[in-house]
């Protein structure tokens, strides 16, 4: 058992409030990650796990017991650092021992755990090799074997692959997920990129100056974002986000830009938010004849292989519509934009998120 859970926690560096009465349970098991901008604390929650830092209020407990007062060795949870590189005059094999020859953990015993995680990392075939033989991917397995290899009750890892090329990154985040499955470890994992939350955590906790607004799944946040903080967090190109206003057949945007007949909206919105995706666009000419869009200019069109990012210059606002495949659209063309009422988001006074 590897929950690891926060209790009011907060952390102070002087005046800084580096960590702001965080509370939060990750499950055992679990592949949990931190995303939030630089300096919203994400690297304090870690050392707060690890124990290299003690909370100034709060408890935290880890397998049920509170650690508040436990030294690291005790907790006995494994930080992988930002460096996952090998080295280069020792072969795949004894990169991977190194942690445990460290440890003077007996040789049998070493001998099972190294033979263990080289199947589940598909690295028998290749432990002979010196890292020189190797490629990236394989390299980055290596790695992440001999990270994995003690056998900790939870693992941390502070923005690990970050470093890497984007290619490497996207591969290296595929392996780090179905790893982290296979070996049924709780994980606990930082990042400042948010395509990578998305796609690895089972759950995501976001930071703001050292405060948790919102915890979930991926999706969930996603698709509920609690607040414009959150709903501008997630996604790319970002949500558009215009000044609401009453109209006749029920909320638009305040300059006219987009309508959108729902009965349902909120009546206290200050805000509504429109997902690029959400956004259709169609030639003003078939919609003129009777539809419900609004007219909007071309911009810009970004053709991006798969979908296309197009920029709308409509009444006083720029939005952004993200289109499948590449639709022939031009700059300056005139189109039609419109949103369906169950894809809108609402947004009140202080930015957080209204139900419909
Ligand atoms: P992140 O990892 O999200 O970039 P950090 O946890 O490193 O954020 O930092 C959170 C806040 O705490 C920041 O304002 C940072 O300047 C401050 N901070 C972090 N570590 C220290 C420290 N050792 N001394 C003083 N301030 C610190
Ligand atoms: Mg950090």
Redesign the pocket.
């Known amino acids: 058992m590897a929950d690891i859970v926060f209790r009011n926690v907060t952390k102070r ?2 005046k ?1 409030l ?1 960590v702001d009465d965080a509370s939060f349970a990750v499950n055992d098991n679990e592949f949990f990650c931190f995303f ?10 870690l050392r707060l796990v690890l124990g290299l830092e003690t909370p100034d209020a709060g408890e935290i407990l880890i397998g049920g017991r509170p650690v508040n007062t436990m030294s690291p060795a005790e907790r006995n949870v494994a930080m992988v650092f930002q460096n996952l590189a090998l080295f280069p005059h020792m072969s795949a094999l004894d990169n991977v021992r190194f942690p445990l020859v460290e440890r003077r953990v007996a040789e049998v015993e070493i001998k099972r755990r190294v033979a263990d995680v080289a199947a589940k990392l598909h690295i028998g075939h290749i432990l002979h090799k010196p890292p020189g033989q190797l490629s990236g991917g394989e390299r980055q397995r290596v790695a992440i074997a001999r990270a994995l290899v003690r056998d900790p009750n939870a693992y941390l890892m ?1 923005d690990p692959i970050s470093a890497l090329d984007a290619r490497l990154r996207e591969e290296t985040r595929v392996e780090l997920k179905r790893i982290q499955r296979e070996l049924g470890k709780t994980l606990i994992y ?1 990042t400042h990129d948010q395509e990578e939350a998305m796609s690895v955590a089972d759950r995501i906790a976001i ?1 703001e100056d ?1 405060r948790i607004r919102q915890i979930g799944a991926p999706a969930e946040i996603y698709d509920r974002p609690a607040s414009t903080y959150v709903a501008r967090l997630l996604g790319s190109p970002m949500m558009n986000i215009l000044k609401s206003a009453r109209g006749e057949a029920g909320v638009e945007a305040a300059d006219g830009t987009i309508r959108i007949a729902d009965k349902a909206a909120p009546t206290d919105a200050v805000e509504i938010g429109l997902r690029p995706e959400d956004i259709k666009v169609r030639p003003w000419l078939i919609e003129a004849d009777g539809g419900s869009g609004r007219p909007a200019r071309v911009f810009e069109v970004e053709p991006l292989g798969g979908y296309t990012v197009v920029t709308l210059a409509a009444g006083q606002a720029r939005l952004k519509a993200l289109l499948r495949g590449q639709p022939d659209i031009r700059p300056d063309a005139m189109v039609a934009i419109s949103c369906e009422p169950a894809r809108v988001h609402y947004f009140g006074q202080s930015g957080g998120a209204l139900a419909r």
Do not use: E
Not at 36 to 43: E, F, R
């Open positions: 560096y002087g800084t580096a939030g901008p630089p300096l919203s604390g994400k690297s304090t929650i502070d930082v930071l050292g």
